[in-house]
C-alpha cells in the first residue's frame, strides 16, 4: 500500500486546513486510516485514526477541533482541522494499519505534510 498525503500548508491562529491522503495497491488489505504529526523535538503523536468499522479515535490535544474522515470508493481520508493554533504547527503524517494475512499487521506511512499555524 502506498499512501500520498497533500493539502497541508500555512495559516493564522484560528484557521482551517484539510489534509488528504489518498492510498494505492492493496488497498482492501487497509484495516485503519490516520494521521500523525511530529512536532520539532518532539516525538510523532496521533492526532486522528478511524478504523474500518467506522470508530473514530482522536488525540487529547485535537479533539473538538479536528475530524478525520474518509471518502471509501477513491480510498482516500482527510483531516479537517479547525481552530488552529500555533501548538498545531507539526508535519503530519497519513498513516494507515495494513492486514494482508490473518495475523499479519503493519503500519505504512505517506510523506509528510507540513502545517504551518502562526499567531
Known amino acids: 500500500v502506498q499512501l500520498q498525503a497533500s493539502g497541508g500548508g500555512s495559516v493564522q491562529a484560528g484557521g482551517s486546513l484539510r489534509p488528504s491522503c489518498v492510498a494505492t495497491?492493496?488497498?482492501?488489505?487497509?484495516?485503519?486510516k490516520g494521521w500523525y504529526r511530529r512536532a520539532p523535538g518532539k516525538q510523532r503523536e496521533l492526532v486522528a485514526e478511524i478504523e474500518s468499522g467506522g470508530s473514530t479515535h482522536y488525540g487529547d490535544s485535537v479533539k473538538g477541533r479536528f475530524t478525520i474522515s474518509e471518502i471509501k470508493d477513491k480510498n482516500a481520508w482527510y483531516l479537517e482541522m479547525t481552530s488552529l493554533k500555533p501548538e498545531d504547527t507539526a508535519d503530519y503524517y497519513c498513516g494507515a494499519d495494513v492486514s494482508p494475512l490473518a495475523g499479519i499487521r503493519y503500519k505504512n506511512w505517506g510523506q509528510g505534510t507540513l502545517v504551518t499555524v502562526s499567531s
Open positions: 495497491g492493496n488497498t482492501v488489505a487497509i484495516v485503519s
